[in-house]
Every structure is written in structure tokens, then in C-alpha cells.
């Protein structure tokens, strides 16, 4: 009997090996599938981007090109492509500041006058005779409007200088470091220069047809548009020192994210932001500059053109952080731009079949603007410019694009019955070191703000 007691408490454990051999298969088995997902979900980003990037134009670095089909059935005109385009201009519903100082010292003159008209007492009498007097010292400006531009701003310049990621060459030539646009703007402010509207520089009419506007500004001050291209933080740029980027800060501020965090000095647009926080006189009415994005990467570092790579929740995160970011940026005086949809090179070598064109429109049009906000600017990949009867630029124009901005170091504006064109001048390592002249002839020495951590241009 003892012993039959003690058989019997014997356990069989057989069967529990064969459990726990299958739940350990079953566990590989699924960590498995979850690793050849999450490698075909990366193959697809990385196929995504070298089909719409066969090739990394090295003399742009904003170029690393898209999408270089364009094929007639898979081309997108937008469904109503007049009516996507702002027909009335751009204006941004920028704050208006509400202290009678603050309006004063930002050029709102004629909102300080009817807030104080309201006050009463001998303070705000006062300040009213300062706001009319500066108002009728305004003056017509019949001069040139200037207009300079950057890339996304570098960062870290011992990454993006040191051959490991894109060739050091493009950067040093296309970009400009935070070091260098933070020496800029105390020098634009002395030389007199003030952020100016670019659509304040023309008339637009229900029909399209576009008027030279005239321009008042204080005595002796000098309009000065600013714009930044590219603003999409490219996949090839994440390893070179650059931002990763866009989000807004709890005050409804635009900041860039650095390293997974919010900074306020990672590119232009918060930089300037703060330039003027500290001297409103330098920004006429609050105007700051135009953010102009691609979308071929999606905008403003979201990607949002490759949706079906990522979850539902991510999907709408994404969308609703760059309509976050675009409401921010137009209520700080912002205007948002086309830059294409592609940057495909057959815009530089004006190869662009009308079929490559509307698929390229059609795009930007129906992808990127529903968030980041209708517009009527193009900034002109590669800086490309076309005749005025080019039937593709006549196709650009019908769409509502009727400020169109390419490169041209003498930054002239033309005005022409239903567009209206302003060159552009490069502000970065290829002027600067190569074509000083061109910067110091409207501006200052380009040695003034070089940085020295810079290599030589070759």
C-alpha cells in the first residue's frame, strides 16, 4: 500500500514538456511574424522613398527628388483646382496684438487708434497723438521689395559636415547653420530691413487680375521677404544635424524638435518667432516669412503621404499635427506655400510634360494642402522660371497659383495681368563663399555672420 501511495504521487510531466514545447513554438512563431512586419513595413518606407527619390540631385540638398513617374494614369488633377488655390491671396489670420504699445510698435496703427479712441484718459490721449503722427509719416516705398532665402537650418554642424550621411559638399554649399541666421538678423535690423507680406505687394480682384499694390512704410525703412524651402525634414537629413520636426508649444508657439525634444532655435521659423518677440519693429504688421513643403515626404516632418505605412491612430496624429503646426504658423504671420509635390529634376531641366505637371499639381493640391491650408504661392523648385506663355506655367496660373517665386540674385518683382513674380536670393555656403559680392552688394559681408565651423568650398 506504501508503495502504491508513493507510485502515485509520481507526476507524469510527459505532457506538460509537450505543452510548453508548443507554447515556446507558438512564441517564436509570433515574434517571428511581428519581425518580417515590422521589416516589410520598413522595406515599404524605404521603397516608398527611392521610388519617388531615384535620384539625390547633390548640387540641392532640398532636391533629394520624388516620385519620378508622373505617369498619365496615375496622374491627379484636382477635382476643383481653381477653387484649392486661395482666388483672394494668402492672408493669414495672424494675431493682432491687443496693447496699444504693442500695436504701436508693430506698425498697427490703425488698430491703436481705435482702441485708445475708446480710453479716455490723458495717457491714452497721448499715445493716440503718437499713433496718428507715425501713421501720417508713412510714405509711399517705389523702391525694390527684397526677398532672401534658406533651407531647413543646420543644427549640429560637426554631423552634417562629416561625409557620414549626405555628402558634406551639398550641405556646406545649399545650407545655412542656426549660428550663421542668428548673426543674420541683428544685421537686417540695423541695415534698416523689415519682414514684409508678399502678399501686401499686389492687388488680386475677384476675376484674377493682379495690380502692383502700394506700399507704406515708415521712412527709410526697407521691405524684406524671407522664405524657407523644403520644410518636410527629409528622411536622408535625420543622421546630419538637422531638426526632426515641427510641433507647437502650450502657448500656441511653433518649436522644433531636436534630439525628441522642443527647442526654440532648431530652424527659421522659431528663431525669427523669438527675433521679433524681443523687436517688434522689425516685423511690419506681423509678417514673418513663407513656409513653403514638398510632399512627396509628407509636411513639416509628418509623414502623411505614406498613411498606409502606419496605424489608424498614427494616421490621424500625423494629419492633425500638421494642421496643428499650419494653424500655428499662419496665426504668428506665416504664409504657406506650394514647393511641388515631387522636386522631380524634369523641374530644373524643364523636361515636364503637361501630364507630369498636372500629376505633380494635382498632388500637392489634394494631399498636402486640405492640412496644411489653402495658398496662392509657389516657390519654384530648383528655383526654375518659366515664360509667361510656357502653356505650363499657364496651367500653374489657372490653378490659383498667382504668386510665383523662382532664384534670382537681383530679387526683382513683375507684375503681369493675372500673376505676379519675385526672384529670390540664396542666403547659404554657395553664395556666401563662392558669390559673396551678391550678398554684400544689398546687405552686409558675408564674413560678418560666416560660421567657422564650415569646411572649405570646394
Known amino acids: 500500500m506504501a ?10 510531466i510527459k505532457p506538460y514538456l509537450i505543452a510548453a514545447g508548443a507554447v515556446i513554438l507558438a512564441a517564436l512563431l509570433i515574434f517571428g511574424a511581428i519581425k518580417l512586419i ?3 513595413k520598413a522595406r515599404a518606407a524605404e521603397k516608398a522613398d527611392t521610388a519617388s527619390a531615384p535620384e539625390i540631385a547633390e548640387d540641392a540638398p532640398g532636391a533629394q527628388t520624388a516620385d519620378d513617374s508622373g505617369d498619365a494614369q496615375t ?17 493669414p489670420a495672424a494675431k493682432t496684438p491687443t496693447d496699444a504699445d504693442a500695436l504701436i510698435a508693430g506698425y498697427f496703427y490703425d488698430e491703436a487708434i481705435e482702441l485708445l479712441s475708446k480710453d479716455g484718459s490723458a495717457e491714452a490721449r497721448e499715445k493716440l497723438e503718437k499713433a496718428k503722427a507715425l501713421k501720417a509719416q508713412l510714405t509711399p516705398y517705389t523702391d525694390k521689395v527684397y526677398h532672401v532665402f534658406f533651407h531647413s537650418l543646420i543644427v549640429d554642424t560637426s554631423l552634417a559636415f562629416d561625409n557620414k550621411g549626405h555628402p558634406a559638399q551639398g550641405y556646406n554649399e545649399w545650407m545655412t547653420t542656426v549660428y550663421e541666421f542668428k548673426k543674420m538678423l541683428p544685421l537686417f535690423l540695423e541695415k534698416d530691413f523689415i519682414l514684409f507680406d508678399i502678399t501686401d505687394m499686389c492687388d488680386i480682384d475677384a476675376n484674377g487680375k493682379v495690380t502692383q499694390k502700394e506700399i507704406l512704410l515708415p521712412p527709410g525703412k526697407k521691405p524684406l521677404v524671407i522664405s524657407i524651402d523644403d520644410v518636410n525634414y527629409y528622411d536622408y537629413m535625420k543622421p546630419d544635424g538637422f531638426a526632426e520636426r515641427l510641433d507647437v508649444d502650450e502657448n500656441g508657439n511653433v518649436v522644433t524638435i531636436v534630439n525628441g525634444k522642443a527647442t526654440y532655435d532648431g530652424d527659421v521659423m522659431p528663431i525669427l518667432d ?3 518677440r524681443e523687436h517688434p519693429e522689425f516685423s511690419y504688421r506681423g509678417a514673418k516669412g513663407i513656409v513653403a513643403t514638398t510632399g512627396y515626404q509628407g509636411a513639416f516632418g509628418y509623414r502623411i503621404t505614406d498613411l498606409e505605412l502606419y496605424s489608424e491612430s498614427e494616421q490621424k496624429y500625423m494629419l492633425d499635427k500638421v494642421k496643428e503646426v499650419s494653424d500655428a504658423l499662419r496665426a504668428t504671420g506665416w504664409q504657406i506655400a506650394n514647393h511641388s509635390y515631387t522636386h522631380n529634376q524634369y523641374w530644373n531641366n524643364k523636361t515636364m ?14 494631399e498636402i494642402m486640405p492640412y496644411v491650408g489653402k495658398t496662392n504661392i509657389l516657390i519654384s523648385p530648383f528655383g526654375v522660371t518659366f515664360d509667361q506663355d510656357d502653356e505650363r506655367y499657364r496651367y500653374i496660373v489657372s ?3 498667382n504668386i510665383y517665386c523662382p532664384v534670382g540674385s537681383n530679387m526683382n518683382a513683375r507684375y503681369f495681368d493675372d500673376n505676379m513674380t519675385q526672384e529670390r536670393l540664396n ?13 554684400s552688394k544689398y546687405f552686409f559681408d558675408p564674413s560678418l555672420v560666416l560660421d567657422p565651423s564650415r569646411p572649405p568650398m570646394k
Request: charge should be negative; hydrophobic fraction near 35%; glycine fraction near 12%.
Open 353 to 366: 510634360t503637361m501630364e507630369q505637371l498636372k500629376y505633380d499639381t494635382g498632388r500637392w493640391i489634394n
Open 38 to 40: 515590422g521589416a516589410v
Open 75 to 91: 496622374a491627379e488633377t484636382p477635382s476643383d483646382a481653381t477653387g484649392n488655390a486661395d482666388e483672394g491671396g494668402n492672408k
Open 274 to 276: 523669438a527675433f521679433v
Open 427 to 439: 542666403l547659404d555656403g554657395y553664395t556666401m563663399m563662392k558669390h559673396p559680392e551678391r550678398m
Open 3 to 12: 508503495k502504491h501511495l508513493a507510485d502515485s504521487k509520481k507526476i507524469n
Open 399 to 401: 490653378l490659383g497659383f
